[in-house]
């Protein structure tokens, strides 16, 4: 019986393996969690299975906006729930930002000088404000242990080097977001912002590829407790980045290990932000 560690590591990320299957890939989501671009040292038990069925069940949805890479659940015993075999992707070397609202890096940019990736927003939002309109702010990828950075749209575009190209990664990662919020909204949770990445395979140019719309690469907020003006709580790794910046650490290697009631409840929000938007039990 084929197992993972049979096939041949083409790369270790962050936060997952992915292995070259005949011409495709396998794509392995691990229990590893990253704060600042920086892996933690302490696992959260499940959390590779939460990302994966969420990935799978979001594909599912947003399929007929644009084609993703997702193939089969069909995978090696051991990575099974936790893995899945995709089409191999030339993906393109931005990550594709879709803000709704004003957080994280964004509501930094803005209270400095009014505007995120160089998109001028109304004088006077707070933080966590709904934005007029989803903006699109990319950013650059990171090697493991840099940080990304947030550029504006010209600067991305040379970056990828078709502008063409760019707009229409935009127009698509909009769209894509704008169902999520959507289908969130309607089981309660907010989708605060979340970034896509997006490549090219034979016959299709923009092709959704990596993890889609999960506790990892998304904020997640719950609507009943939802108040502009403060940082709400999360059902995403936000929760770790505050307990990391409490304990003082400069977000440089090596990051500190996670108490026990911190990655309790971490597992927790993956599991509950799972449950909730796919309506599955874990």
């Known amino acids: 019986m084929l197992a993972a560690s049979d096939l041949k590591l083409l ?22 969690i ?10 959260i038990p499940d959390k590779g299975k939460v990302l994966n069925r969420m990935s799978v069940f979001w594909f599912g949805l947003t399929e007929g906006i644009v084609p993703n890479h997702f193939i089969s659940e069909d995978v090696p015993e051991d990575v099974a729930e936790r893995a899945m ?7 393109y070397p931005v990550e594709c930002v879709v803000r709704g609202y004003l957080s994280g890096s964004g509501w930094k940019e803005y209270k400095e000088g009014g505007a995120v990736c160089g998109i001028e927003l109304p004088a006077g939002l707070l ?32 970056i990828v080097g078709n ?20 289908h969130a909204a309607e089981h309660g949770i907010i989708l605060a912002d979340t970034k896509f990445e997006f490549g090219r395979h034979a016959g299709a140019e923009v092709v959704l590829g990596d993890e889609v719309l999960t506790p990892d690469s998304s904020r997640f907020w719950p ?13 995403d790794k936000q929760y770790v980045r505050d307990w990391a910046s409490a304990q003082g650490w400069d977000k440089k290697p090596p990051a500190p290990a996670l108490p026990p009631d911190v990655v ?17 039990s874990f």
Do not use: C
Not at 34 to 43: E, K, Q
Not at 146 to 158: G, I, L, P, S, T
Not at 223 to 235: A, H, Q, V
Not at 269 to 277: G, H, P, T
């Open 34 to 43: 990253s704060t600042y671009d920086v892996v933690m040292p302490t696992p």
């Open 163 to 182: 502008r063409a190209l760019l707009e229409e990664l935009r127009r698509v990662s909009i769209e894509v977001y704008l169902r999520g919020a959507e």
């Open 264 to 280: 309790e409840q971490t597992r927790a929000k993956y599991v509950e932000a799972y449950e909730r938007i796919t309506g599955q």
């Open 85 to 91: 075999r995709v089409k191999r992707l030339e993906m």
């Open 127 to 158: 933080e966590s404000d709904k934005l007029p309109e989803p903006i699109f702010t990319p950013s650059t990828k990171a090697e493991i242990g840099d940080h990304d950075e947030n550029v504006d749209f010209d600067r991305a575009a040379a």
């Open 223 to 235: 609507l009943d407790s939802y108040e502009p003006g403060r940082t709400p709580p999360s059902f």
């Open 11 to 32: 790369s270790s990320g962050k936060v997952r393996e992915i292995y070259e299957w005949d011409d495709d890939l396998l794509m392995v989501a691990s229990d590893r």
